[in-house]
């Protein structure tokens, strides 16, 4: 984080990266002496409602934030800065997007908890876009020029009010990762699923709440143990330790959190899903609560989100190294609760090594757990050509993931090419080519079963 003070007094001359938040409400002016060099500005958490023209000056600047300012329309001077690729606006009034205001090379656009009621059609001009992020806005439709955005990897367009699943979504050769949950279109399957979910219910007076152990941006998670409410005589029972996750109830960047809730319910058990323990009904806040399973420490996560650089892929850890029967088995286990959660209607929205708790033993293959539903998205799979095309659609994340295991085995392996050869199918550009999760699983299960 920078200051006002150290940019006014010279120390920040030639500065590339410049991040300010001090409730500004005026485009401080100092700023414009950095236009040679400055290619990240950052200026989340102000009171801004306007950008000054002097901005399209600005020769090298890529990456803009103005995340949780006062804007109420997106800036038209971002059309004109020539380097701009990234734009940044989540959390203002923006009710208006002109055509004028996108950068000719943007390649990622967050408008996330705005007032959106339309997109200009300009934006399927966007050749290079790879990552929109349009959740909690206002939005009836998307327009269909963005058919033409090829190179589309990653969309959220979750809590709009579109009354009609854009079908030709499924047809985009490179989308990979999609949460629209939270739509009219959607908000009928689920209540079903929550419906038909066998969910226990647990009293908060049985739970008793222990250390922090994260948060996300939909809720806080923290050990606990469930006790005994009212034990009757002779048959007590020991606690029994859990995590709880609190919901914060707000919209995120995925979607809304009762939307989240209702997929992690309807999910099922699966050896590599996270464990449901259940639901509290009685907070004394009112706060929507998941009680699940305690994950063993010797859990971690096997990658970091995606970075500013890589967009729309994992930042894995420098110098991870896995073997091939590791690489196998945690791919089998992925590809096999994909498979499970599409049998149940439910697209991940999410498959990222991010989101994937994997161990490592002495004596047996790695084990992946897979968790996060904040961008999961219910449908019926009565309509069995969106079905297939969802599950096409979430294939091809398997399919970056499975690139990304591969990446990281001995090359030397013989039995590498035809994992090669899956991954490749699975991100064929052409959806229909792609394997189900149920064909990719019989394939990885022939490559463990050789390797025996």
């Not at 709440?209 to 809720?219: D, M, V």
């Given at each position: 984080?920078?200051?006002?003070?150290?940019?006014?007094?010279?120390?920040l001359?030639g500065?590339?990266?410049?991040?300010?938040?001090?409730?500004?409400?005026?485009?401080?002016?100092?700023?414009?002496?950095?236009?040679?060099?400055?290619?990240?500005l950052?200026?989340t958490?102000?009171?801004?409602?306007a950008?000054?023209?002097?901005?399209a000056?600005?020769?090298?600047?890529?990456?803009?934030?103005?995340?949780?300012?006062?804007?109420t329309?997106?800036?038209?001077v971002?059309?004109?800065?020539?380097?701009l690729?990234m734009?940044?606006?989540?959390a203002?009034?923006?009710?208006?997007?002109?055509a004028?205001?996108?950068?000719a090379?943007l390649?990622w656009?967050?408008?996330?908890?705005?007032?959106?009621?339309?997109l200009?059609?300009?934006?399927?001009?966007?050749?290079?876009?790879?990552?929109?992020?349009?959740?909690?806005?206002r939005l009836?439709?998307?327009?269909?020029?963005?058919?033409?955005?090829?190179?589309?990897?990653?969309l959220?367009i979750?809590?709009?009010?579109?009354?009609?699943?854009?079908?030709?979504?499924?047809?985009?050769?490179?989308?990979?990762?999609?949460a629209?949950?939270?739509?009219?279109?959607?908000?009928?399957?689920?209540?079903?699923?929550?419906d038909?979910?066998?969910?226990?219910?647990?009293?908060?007076?049985?739970?008793e709440?222990?250390?922090?152990?994260?948060?996300?941006?939909?809720?806080v998670?923290?050990?606990?143990?469930?006790?005994?409410d009212?034990?009757?005589?002779?048959a007590?029972t020991?606690?029994?330790?859990?995590?709880?996750?609190?919901?914060?109830?707000?919209v995120?960047?995925d979607?809304?959190?009762?939307?989240?809730?209702?997929?992690?319910?309807?999910?099922?058990?699966?050896?590599?899903?996270?464990?449901?323990?259940g639901?509290v009904?009685?907070?004394?806040?009112?706060?929507?609560?998941?009680?699940?399973?305690?994950?063993?420490?010797?859990?971690?996560n096997?990658a970091?989100?995606?970075?500013?650089?890589s967009?729309?892929r994992?930042?894995?850890?420098d110098?991870?190294?896995?073997?091939?029967?590791?690489?196998?088995?945690?791919?089998h286990?992925?590809?096999?609760v994909?498979?499970?959660?599409?049998?149940?209607?439910?697209?991940h929205?999410?498959l990222?090594?991010h989101?994937?708790?994997?161990?490592?033993?002495p004596?047996?293959?790695a084990?992946?757990?897979?968790?996060?539903?904040?961008?999961?998205?219910?449908?019926?799979?009565t309509?069995?050509?969106?079905?297939?095309?969802?599950?096409?659609l979430?294939?091809r994340?398997?399919?970056?993931l499975?690139?990304?295991?591969?990446?990281?085995?001995?090359a030397?392996?013989?039995?590498?090419?035809?994992?090669?050869?899956?991954?490749?199918?699975c991100?064929?550009?052409v959806?229909a080519?792609?394997?189900?999760?149920?064909?990719?699983?019989?394939?990885?299960?022939?490559?463990r079963?050789?390797?025996?």
């Open positions: 984080m920078h200051t006002l003070e150290q940019l006014r007094a010279g120390e001359c500065a590339r990266h410049l991040k300010l938040s001090e409730n500004l409400a005026v485009f401080p002016p100092e700023i414009l002496s950095l236009k040679e060099t400055l290619e990240v950052d200026l958490g102000n009171q801004l409602s950008l000054p023209d002097e901005l000056g600005f020769g090298k600047l890529r990456i803009i934030f103005c995340s949780e300012n006062r804007f329309e997106l800036p038209e971002l059309g004109r800065c020539p380097a690729t734009v940044g606006f989540k203002n009034r923006i009710a208006t997007v002109s004028n205001a996108l950068p090379g390649r656009l967050i408008l996330t908890d705005n007032a959106v009621q339309q200009p059609d300009e934006l399927g001009q966007c050749d290079a876009l790879q990552k929109l992020m349009l959740a909690g806005n009836r439709e998307l327009p269909a020029s963005l058919a033409n955005c090829r190179n589309l990897e990653l959220r979750a809590a709009n009010r579109i009354e009609r699943f854009p079908e030709w979504l499924l047809t985009l050769p490179r989308l990979a990762w999609l629209y949950s939270g739509n009219p279109f959607s908000e009928g399957e689920a209540a079903r699923a929550i038909d979910a066998h969910v226990v219910t647990l009293s908060w007076r049985e739970l709440l222990g250390e922090l152990l994260g948060q996300g941006a939909s809720g998670i923290y050990r606990a143990t469930i006790g005994n009212a034990p009757q005589a002779g007590a020991a606690p029994e330790p859990v995590a709880v996750k609190l919901f914060k109830g707000a995120t960047s979607g809304l959190p009762h939307c989240e809730m209702a997929a992690s319910l309807a999910a099922g058990s699966h050896p590599n899903l996270i464990k449901v323990v639901k009904a009685d907070h004394p806040s009112g706060i929507a609560a998941l009680v699940m399973e305690l994950i063993d420490p010797a859990f971690a096997l970091g989100p995606p970075s500013l650089a967009c729309t994992d930042v894995y850890p110098g991870l190294r896995l073997s091939v029967q590791d690489a196998l088995a945690m791919a286990g992925i590809a096999s994909a498979g499970h959660l599409h049998r149940a209607g439910i697209m929205g999410d990222y090594g989101n994937i708790l994997f161990a490592r033993g004596d047996a293959p084990r992946a757990l897979l968790g996060d539903f904040g961008a999961a998205s219910l449908y019926d799979r309509n069995r050509e969106r079905a297939v095309g969802l599950e096409r979430e294939v994340a398997f399919g970056c499975l690139e990304e295991l591969l990446a990281r085995c001995d030397r392996n013989a039995h590498l090419a035809a994992l090669h050869s899956l991954s490749a199918a991100l064929s550009e959806p080519e792609r394997p189900a999760f149920a064909e990719i699983g019989r394939q990885l299960a022939a490559v079963s050789a390797l025996l």
